[in-house]
């Protein structure tokens, strides 16, 4: 049963008050902290907080933290779905648990949206004190850390910053050139500040929608041949012929996000060398764990944690390739890697996976707030 919380949340509570009833928060994200900060579930009777990625020290609040697919054992009456983003999948998760079928489900989601906007305002500064808080922590340890440069123009983190620090810290000139696959609908990406810094590129997107916006929006670059987009489903079958066609053999970024098949994707490209290769990375399975998804032509990723590769995984390839690992992104999105010939000194860390290596603190980012890891799939994908 579900609760529109628009109208009832105030009975609700009172309601779970009265009655006792065992209460689970859900999952074990910055909003949820700051839920029970602020003081939304006093008074109630919270048995736990769970998640598919547990964080240590396992209790929030000296509430016991537990794992998402072991919360039939506490036997909820009553679930709080504290996620803006991604309630939705958290949702379909408990719903499909059997041993929950007499739980009451509440997503609190439409009332944090709707009625609680002061709550995302704190929110927006608890965000920003824990990202000081990690550079802060980095810093410490070595301050020539390129995460410390991280910032947003136009990418989905902090990639932007990160990305122009490795270019002014090679030290000859990288060629003006990249190739982007999964760019969205162009405004959001990693290559776009580059666009705009005189930088030519390809982009790849399959979204037809996006296609559309994308030739729509970006016109100019496009006519004068700055930009090329292709709408082409990549898969290791046809990378290679797909940036030939392009034509430009000398890169300086490659950066893919492609939800799924990226560690397969990079390893089969053979026809560019790029200087800077930025590419996702699974950061639910910590170094040295090598975990990757089965490959498949037509993989969609279902917002659940099976998709890309783990962080140790791509530092094997990358080693393969002739790359070194030189950064990941403070929420473990992203990891970033140069050739081996441009390694100097000014790269702090480099090839460290442990050192270097980010946990998912997607959370840290205003579009996945209260997120921490995708929820569970249970498909097992290929351990090495």
């Given at each position: 049963?579900?609760?529109?919380?628009?109208?009832?949340?105030?009975?609700?509570?009172?309601?779970?008050?009265?009655?006792?009833?065992r209460?689970?928060?859900?999952?074990?994200?910055?909003?949820?902290?700051?839920?029970?900060?602020?003081?939304?579930?006093?008074?109630?009777n919270?048995?736990?907080?769970?998640?598919?990625?547990?964080?240590?020290?396992?209790?929030?609040?000296e509430?016991?933290?537990?794992?998402?697919?072991?919360?039939?054992?506490?036997?909820?009456?009553?679930?709080?779905?504290?996620?803006?983003?991604?309630?939705?999948?958290?949702?379909?998760t408990i719903?499909?648990?059997?041993?929950?079928?007499?739980?009451?489900?509440?997503?609190?989601?439409?009332?944090?949206?709707?009625?609680?906007?002061?709550?995302?305002?704190?929110?927006?500064?608890?965000?920003?004190?824990?990202?000081?808080?990690?550079?802060q922590?980095i810093?410490?340890?070595?301050?020539?850390?390129?995460?410390?440069?991280?910032?947003?123009?136009?990418?989905?983190?902090d990639?932007?910053?990160?990305?122009?620090?490795?270019?002014?810290?090679?030290?000859h000139?990288?060629e003006?050139?990249?190739?982007?696959?999964?760019?969205?609908?162009?405004?959001?990406?990693n290559?776009?500040?580059?666009?705009?810094?005189?930088?030519?590129?390809?982009?790849?997107?399959?979204?037809?929608?996006?296609?559309?916006?994308?030739?729509?929006?970006?016109?100019?670059?496009?006519?004068?041949?700055?930009?090329s987009l292709?709408?082409?489903?990549?898969?290791?079958?046809?990378?290679?012929s797909l940036?030939?066609?392009?034509?430009?053999?000398?890169?300086?970024?490659?950066?893919?996000d492609v939800?799924?098949?990226?560690?397969?994707?990079?390893?089969?490209i053979?026809?560019?060398?790029?200087s800077?290769?930025?590419?996702e990375?699974?950061?639910?399975?910590?170094?040295?764990?090598?975990?990757?998804?089965?490959?498949?032509?037509?993989?969609s990723w279902?917002?659940?944690?099976?998709?890309?590769?783990?962080?140790?995984?791509?530092?094997?390839?990358?080693?393969?390739?002739g790359?070194?690992?030189?950064?990941?992104?403070?929420?473990?999105t992203?990891?970033?890697?140069?050739?081996?010939?441009?390694?100097?000194?000014?790269?702090?860390?480099?090839?460290?996976?442990y050192?270097?290596?980010?946990?998912?603190?997607y959370?840290?980012?205003?579009?996945y707030?209260g997120?921490?890891?995708?929820?569970?799939?249970?498909?097992?994908g290929?351990?090495?």
């Amino acid at each position: 049963m579900h609760i529109d919380l628009l109208r009832d949340l105030k009975l609700f509570r009172e309601l779970c008050l009265k009655c006792n009833a065992r209460v689970v928060l859900c999952p074990h994200g910055t909003l949820t902290q700051l839920l029970l900060d602020t003081g939304l579930f006093n008074g109630l009777n919270v048995v736990a907080v769970a998640d598919s990625t547990p964080r240590f020290p396992c209790a929030l609040n000296e509430i016991p933290v537990i794992d998402l697919s072991q919360i039939y054992r506490v036997n909820p009456e009553v679930i709080f779905v504290c996620s803006l983003t991604f309630s939705r999948e958290i949702l379909q998760t408990i719903s499909s648990m059997q041993q929950l079928r007499d739980s009451t489900i509440v997503d609190l989601a439409p009332y944090f949206k709707r009625e609680l906007e002061p709550l995302n305002d704190l929110y927006k500064i608890l965000a920003i004190t824990e990202i000081e808080r990690l550079k802060q922590s980095i810093k410490l340890m070595n301050p020539h850390r390129l995460e410390l440069n991280g910032y947003k123009c136009y990418s989905q983190h902090d990639e932007d910053g990160i990305i122009n620090e490795i270019i002014r810290r090679i030290p000859h000139s990288v060629e003006k050139t990249f190739v982007e696959f999964g760019v969205g609908d162009g405004l959001e990406n990693n290559t776009l500040f580059l666009l705009k810094q005189g930088w030519s590129g390809l982009w790849l997107e399959i979204d037809s929608k996006n296609i559309r916006n994308i030739e729509e929006r970006f016109q100019e670059p496009i006519l004068s041949g700055q930009l090329s987009l292709m709408s082409q489903r990549v898969t290791v079958h046809n990378i290679n012929s797909l940036i030939g066609e392009w034509g430009v053999r000398e890169v300086g970024l490659l950066s893919i996000d492609v939800d799924g098949n990226d560690l397969y994707i990079w390893e089969r490209i053979s026809v560019i060398e790029p200087s800077i290769v930025v590419i996702e990375y699974n950061a639910k399975f910590p170094p040295p764990k090598r975990w990757s998804i089965h490959y498949d032509d037509y993989h969609s990723w279902d917002f659940s944690d099976y998709q890309g590769a783990s962080l140790q995984k791509l530092v094997d390839l990358a080693t393969a390739k002739g790359y070194i690992l030189v950064c990941c992104n403070l929420n473990g999105t992203n990891a970033f890697f140069i050739k081996k010939k441009l390694i100097t000194p000014d790269f702090a860390d480099a090839g460290d996976v442990y050192k270097l290596y980010h946990p998912p603190r997607y959370y840290l980012t205003k579009a996945y707030s209260g997120a921490y890891g995708h929820p569970a799939s249970s498909k097992i994908g290929k351990w090495d």
